[in-house]
């Protein structure tokens, strides 16, 4: 071979060697780089994945947080919305779980009275030696109703307890009267408390036979006791509390009510004192509210202004004794306005009592000539006693 062929073709391998290195080391600068590259992408992609577990951790509790705040929002507009889309009476049908009806128990029948009288008493717990029993005076007044009330023992009992009273206490008492007699139990609505009340943080103004007992009361005769389904079929309720008591002989009233198309009978009136039940007066500050709010036309001027005579009272009728015609309780504006009293939580914070509010809803809703008074109709009556 030819010196000049042998130098070509060294020279030719010299290029092709160069050539080899040469890609040999961009395929390494590539493989470096890529593999970089590919870490730092890498790293990006797991701090990104973190930031977006993150984000949607926050956007989900935003979202729970403002889905709580519309549905709260909703709640409360729905309520005002049914309130004015109301056409006819909203008392709820509560069905009692237990009662005892003296009829059943006899195997007679005989149809419900026009009117029913009303008792409400506390059974007693703990040790039945040791604890007030209220059945024995309760057969007591119902045999002083017995002889002097002159409807011919034709108006049939209800007695709505707390607790359940023993059969010795119950048997008494059905059998000093020929009246219908029935015991319901009204544990399962009597203790409730309004939505949003806590009656563990709270502490009452004022307070009677327990911290909340009195309360529950008051607000039995205001809303509870007319929600109930037992008391539906009847036209008239006449209240009276254990240690109430008719004196003399007294005429059927209910055919007194009748003949007069009376609404309410009243007993004596009262007045509550600011001083004794801190916050009584606010009530005043609600009923213009719902006055302003629904554009109410005030039946009675004159007993609606009583309610602001005095800055340190409010007045009411007495109402251990009174008597209902329950057509009037049902009315869609009386029943609205009960509502929102119970809404205002105002019988709990600041012991409105059933009596002054039914004295403002009679003032709002029903006319003077609607209203007969006991004393002016010379009926004797006594509390306590």
């Known amino acids: 071979m030819q010196t000049s062929e042998v130098s070509r073709l060294w020279n030719k391998n010299q290029i092709i060697e160069t050539i080899t290195r040469g890609l040999n080391q961009i395929k390494t600068n590539v493989f470096w780089k890529s593999r970089k590259t590919i870490q730092g992408l890498g790293t990006?992609?797991?701090?990104?994945?973190?930031?977006?577990?993150?984000?949607?951790?926050?956007?989900?509790?935003?979202?729970?947080?403002?889905?709580?705040?519309?549905?709260?929002?909703?709640?409360?507009?729905?309520?005002?919305?049914?309130?004015?889309?109301?056409e006819s009476?909203?008392?709820?049908?509560?069905?009692?779980?237990?009662?005892?009806?003296?009829?059943?128990?006899?195997?007679?029948?005989?149809?419900?009275?026009?009117g029913f009288i009303a008792f409400l008493v506390a059974s007693f717990t703990g040790d039945a030696r040791l604890a007030y029993n209220p059945y024995p005076r309760l057969r007591e007044k119902i045999s002083q109703i017995e002889e002097r009330l002159g409807d011919n023992s034709s108006t049939d009992l209800i007695i709505f307890h707390t607790g359940y009273p023993f059969r010795g206490d119950l048997l008494p008492i059905i059998q000093v009267t020929r009246r219908q007699v029935e015991f319901v139990n009204v544990d399962h609505i009597f203790y409730k408390f309004p939505p949003g009340f806590d009656p563990h943080i709270r502490d009452p103004t004022w307070s009677q036979r327990g911290k909340w007992n009195y309360h529950h009361m008051c607000n039995f005769w205001f809303k509870q006791v007319f929600e109930l389904k037992i008391i539906q079929r009847y036209r008239y309720m006449m209240r009276l509390?254990?240690?109430?008591?008719?004196?003399?002989?007294?005429?059927?009233?209910?055919?007194?009510?009748?003949?007069?198309?009376?609404?309410?009978?009243?007993n004596q009136r009262e007045v509550d004192f600011e001083y004794i039940l801190?916050?009584?007066?606010?009530?005043?500050?609600?009923?213009?509210?719902?006055?302003?709010?629904?554009k109410i036309t005030v039946r009675n001027p004159a007993m609606f202004a009583n309610i602001f005579d005095r800055t340190m009272e409010i007045p009411n009728y007495w109402n251990n004794f009174e008597i209902i015609d329950l057509s009037f309780m049902r009315r869609k504006e009386v029943v609205d306005f009960i509502q929102f009293v119970d809404e205002s939580r105002g019988v709990f914070l600041y012991r409105w009592g059933d009596a002054p509010l039914r004295y403002i809803t009679l003032a709002?809703?029903?006319?003077?000539?609607?209203?007969?008074?006991?004393?002016?109709?010379?009926?004797?009556y006594c509390h306590p006693c």
């Open 278 to 294: 801190p916050g009584i007066t606010l009530v005043r500050n609600l009923t213009i509210v719902y006055i302003n709010k629904n």
């Open 241 to 266: 509390d254990d240690d109430s008591q008719l004196l003399g002989k007294w005429p059927n009233v209910f055919e007194i009510m009748a003949k007069h198309k009376a609404l309410y009978m009243a």
């Open 364 to 380: 709002l809703f029903v006319n003077s000539t609607q209203i007969l008074h006991r004393k002016q109709l010379g009926l004797d």
């Open 89 to 114: 009476s909203s008392i709820p049908n509560v069905v009692e779980a237990y009662i005892f009806s003296k009829f059943e128990y006899l195997n007679q029948t005989r149809k419900p009275s026009e």
């Open 44 to 86: 990006q992609m797991f701090l990104l994945s973190i930031l977006s577990i993150a984000l949607l951790i926050l956007l989900f509790f935003y979202s729970f947080d403002i889905s709580s705040k519309t549905s709260a929002f909703i709640d409360f507009h729905k309520q005002d919305v049914i309130k004015i889309n109301l």
